[in-house]
């Protein structure tokens, strides 16, 4: 016990005790400036989530945001995974320049994409009309600001997703695709009715971990959209990052950031139920 | 005849979507990486000539300098801003093994009532989001009298749940055996936790440290929430670039910055791939 105890203490300092607070502060409102003047709000902060829409949408946008992220990075990490599995030369060479993006830090990755994306002298744009296109405004318009921030959170986890992938492949045995090729199967129809099913379950470990990435998201909306257009990538940590130290609102952010971990243990409650259930093939 | 030649296509046509595929992993992974540290080299109106029409050029610094780095280094206080990083990620990685590999030994190696009961609350927070706290931990960090100080960025984070699982992981493997001899030749708990077990899972230890590291350092909510005044400023938040309207970027500086502030992890990375990439995947991202 005594080997366990200063680990103890300051789990209990830093996490026990803010989440105490969190879930009190949520019930009342006040302002970070003058933190002794509150007032009892009860579920009030919770009504105003759900009756402005403009808060709803918070949520539908971090929706979104993780349908596009999951819709990219589960099948594209799939298919690197599977192509990195094969034996082909350069092959560590593959693995370590998908990788980078996953060492790098979201405020590098979302600053680089802001120029990428950037209208005038982005690359991605200089590549458009390269092609004799017109330019596209991609973080100033609806939709293409949450594509963009969509594309660049899948392009930084695709590598990641990759890699869980990787070790779930690495797990499905040998004999039984290679019983499936002596009886005439095709690579397609081995991926497809073999590897596949048998990966449901890292599968599933990637979408959960994607959506609680998701669910965390805040560099991409504050470095590169600002939340904008007319709060079109407002993802809910910005909201929260918003609400309580630019509109000294930190009740209502308390609410949203209560919300926001009921979701996430809500996921990771499905996740180890159905990590745990033995399934059979 | 027949069978060979349809061999020697198949064959070649998988080369092709071999090629292929590298072809667009490095444009679609690569390129973004050669853009930014090639303009870093460059001043803004060689960065907007050469970036349109694409050519090599774009991607290459032909007569390059590096004005950019000096100067981000001086309008920046990019320099601080590395120190503070760096001393912020090594004491979070000393004080999160250090917590998390006396926890780990505890909880597996001295059996006491209730240990996996404890162990279930401990991992609870595991499943907490950080960003879900910055708010009451902001407030709780202002009673501490904290706010504003390097300590303030690493401290909430040390009794990391990540750290000891992992950890606790490696030292279930390891027989208990190795510590009942210990403990016959008269080796007290403390002593076969340092000869002992530690020494046997150094490399899960150095592969904890290396993904606390990379977290502390690519943090950037919490930074920026807690450290207001530019002394305390970690390099992330230093070389962010926001797209804040009114605001006319310097975009070789930027650049720089970003290298900079990316370059250090890079290398830790190529150097110890294996470790960050295993420690990595079995965090599942906290």
Known sequence: MAFVTPFLLFLIVFQYIPIGMLVRNSFFDYTLLRPDDQKFVGLGQFERILADPSVTSTFGVTLLFALGVLVLVVPLGFLVAVFLNGRFPGRSIVRTIVFLPVVTSVAVTSTMWLFMLTKNGGLVNSAI????????????????????????????????????????????????????????????????SIILPLMSRTTLFVVITMTVFSLQAFAPAFLMTS??????????????????????????????????????????????????????? | MAVRARRGVFRLSRAAVTVAVIAIVV????????WILSSSFKDQSTIFSDVSPLSWKTFWPTEGSLANYFSTIETKNVGRAMLNSVIIAVLQVIFTLVLGSLAAFGLTRIKFRGSGLLFGLILVTFLVPMEALVVPLYAWMGDLHLR???????????????????????????????????????????????????????????????????????????????????????????????????????????????????????????????????????SGLK
């Open chain 2, 27 to 34: 444009i679609a992974f690569l390129l973004p990486y050669l």
């Open chain 1, 227 to 281: 939340g904008g257009p007319e709060d079109s990538t407002s993802l809910v940590v910005y909201a929260i990052y918003n609400a309580a130290f630019k509109l000294q609102d930190p009740g209502f952010a308390s609410a949203l950031a209560v919300a926001v971990m009921f979701i996430a243990l809500v996921l990771s409650g499905i996740q180890s139920l159905f990590l745990r259930t033995k399934w059979s093939y």
């Open chain 1, 129 to 192: 009309t390269g092609l004799g296109l017109q330019p596209v405004a991609f973080l100033t318009s609806i939709p293409w600001a949450l594509i963009s921030i969509i594309v660049m959170s899948a392009w930084q986890q695709i590598g990641f997703a990759a890699v869980l992938f990787l070790t779930g492949l690495q797990s499905v045995p040998d004999d039984v695709i290679e019983a499936a090729r002596v009886d005439g199967a095709s690579r397609a129809r081995v991926i497809f």
């Open chain 2, 148 to 282: 504003n100080s390097l300590v303030a960025v690493f401290l909430p984070w040390i009794a990391s749940p990540f750290a000891l699982f992992m950890l606790r992981q490696a030292f279930e493997e390891i027989p208990t055996e190795l510590d009942e001899a210990a403990y016959i030749d008269g080796a007290g708990p403390f002593r076969v936790f340092w000869s002992v077990i530690l020494p046997s899972v150094r490399s899960t230890v150095v592969g904890c440290g290396l993904v606390v590291f990379l977290f502390s350092w690519n943090s950037f909510l919490w930074p920026l929430v807690v450290n207001s005044s530019s002394a305390q400023q970690v390099i992330q938040v230093a070389v962010a670039q926001s797209a804040a309207p009114g605001q006319l970027p310097n975009w070789g500086e930027t650049f720089a910055g970003a290298m900079i502030a990316t370059l250090p992890l890079i290398l830790i990375f190529l150097f110890a791939q294996r470790h960050i990439v295993q420690g990595l995947a079995s």
